[in-house]
């Protein structure tokens, strides 16, 4: 994937289990990124597409994210194809169902409170701890995770501050690495939306919403409004702004960081 | 002169003509360049009927009292032509055609119609980037239209595009990550 991953484990754990943890978190990821990248010639992924690999003989995992993805597809009347580019890459599920792994392992290990991001999506559950050294300002109390939605023209600041004890939030935009979301109609970029954020409890699926919205262009909002048991938000090329009535937004942002 | 009826025709029968326009073949502008070159001879016929007889029914516009109508009250409406007065006029107001759906999205014509002529002739074209206005006027229950703020908050982590490792030390989440803790 080739993407920055930052993990933070909460709680009260020994330092010594959340080492354990995190290599266990960043071993699974990178195992990850060894069999599914379209980046690496020798992956899962890419001997699949070449069809040197055949389906019966693909890992429990593949075949996990084949039927995902399929899944996706229906759900999304196509819009969500992983052969949009004209080879199989399920990466717009990919990196989102990885980390709801590891965070569901997390979960079952003990650490109840942590916080993924795996180049913009991210988990959280339970509770934010107070950082260290300073924070005896605040008495040590736990707080709910925040999660900012990057604002798409300035890298510095966020449109949305989104807060929760369990919160999936997927973001696909045209912003980072430009138009790289295929319109699988026509085969061409998606134009039309530059940024689409889903929220909800599972990161696989909010990564392929989100990833279909995009590529559905402005036709997306009407889709997202009609989306079940989601949140969502997108902003325009136009830069202008949507979400959804129940996005778990942060009305008032009020401890501002100083820059 | 039969040009201007051609192309009002082809305004509301020619949908194969105006997605043409829109990419570029026939460039909209034309059409209400063409109809309005003619300001002295109001539209003749209904659309869709194009007057065949060669005789204008009026000769002026202004100087005519049969097709001189008071300003009605612009109303949306999806089949221009059928209440159109018999004397062969326009009614005055703007006149919204028929959503058409198209390979490229949504298309839906307005023209607007002044002492029984089209003075503009404007395709909304949505699919792409323009969609917004119809959003907001479907006043989706769960839709929520905002000002796109930009602000600088206390956050734990934040969502968005996938960036590269170079680019995530650059940006906000490293700052975020590296303060936090």
């Known amino acids: ?259 | 002169m039969r040009r201007p009826a051609a192309v009002v025709v082809g305004v509301f029968l020619g949908t194969v003509l105006l997605v043409g326009a829109k990419l570029g073949t026939r460039p909209p502008l034309d059409l209400g360049a063409a109809v309005s070159s003619t300001p002295d001879e109001p539209v003749p016929g209904t659309p869709g009927e194009p007057s065949a007889s060669g005789s204008p029914r009026t000769a002026d516009p202004s100087g005519s009292p049969t097709t001189r109508r008071s300003p009605a009250k612009p109303t949306k409406r999806s089949t221009p032509g059928s209440d159109a007065p018999a004397d062969g006029g326009l009614r005055t107001g703007s006149f919204a055609g028929g959503t058409v759906q198209y390979k490229y999205g949504t298309l839906r014509i307005t023209i607007t119609v002044s002492d029984g002529r089209i003075t503009d002739v404007r395709a909304s074209h949505h699919g792409n980037t323009r969609v917004s206005e119809e959003i907001n006027a479907e006043a989706l229950p769960k839709l929520r239209k905002e000002a796109l703020a930009a602000q600088s908050a206390r956050i734990a982590t934040v969502s968005g595009a996938t960036y590269t490792s170079q680019a995530y030390r650059t940006s906000l989440p490293s700052a975020i990550d590296t303060a936090g803790g």
């Open chain 1, 1 to 259: 994937m080739g993407t920055a991953v930052s993990l933070h484990i909460a709680g009260s754990l020994p330092a010594s289990a959340v080492e354990t943890l995190a290599e266990r978190t960043f071993g699974w990821l990178r195992d990850v990124d060894q069999r599914f990248s379209t980046y690496r010639h020798d992956s899962e992924v890419n001997r699949l597409d070449r069809r040197e690999l055949r389906y019966p003989d693909c890992s429990g995992d593949l075949r996990t994210v084949l039927e995902a993805c399929a899944d996706l597809w229906h759900a999304t009347d196509g819009w969500f194809d992983p052969h949009a580019t004209g080879r199989f890459d399920p990466s717009g599920y990919v990196k989102g169902w990885a980390v709801q792994v590891a965070s569901d392992r997390l979960l079952e290990s003990g650490a109840a409170d942590h916080c993924i991001n795996a180049g913009g999506d991210v988990r959280v559950r339970g509770v934010a701890s107070v950082a260290s050294g300073s924070d005896v300002t605040t008495g040590g109390r736990p707080s709910r995770w925040r999660v900012g939605i990057r604002h798409p023209w300035q890298s510095e600041r966020v449109s949305w501050v989104l807060a929760g004890a369990d919160l999936a939030v997927a973001t696909s935009g045209s912003y980072e690495r430009g138009r790289h979301v295929v319109d699988p109609f026509r085969r061409e970029p998606a134009t039309g939306l530059c940024s689409v954020t889903v929220v909800g409890a599972d990161l696989g699926l909010a990564d392929g919403y989100a990833t279909a919205a995009l590529a559905m262009g402005a036709a997306g909002l009407r889709w997202l409004a009609g989306l079940a048991g989601h949140e969502w938000a997108a902003i325009t090329d136009d830069g202008e702004a949507y979400r959804s009535a129940g996005l778990p937004v942060v009305e008032r942002v009020d401890d501002q960081r100083g820059g």
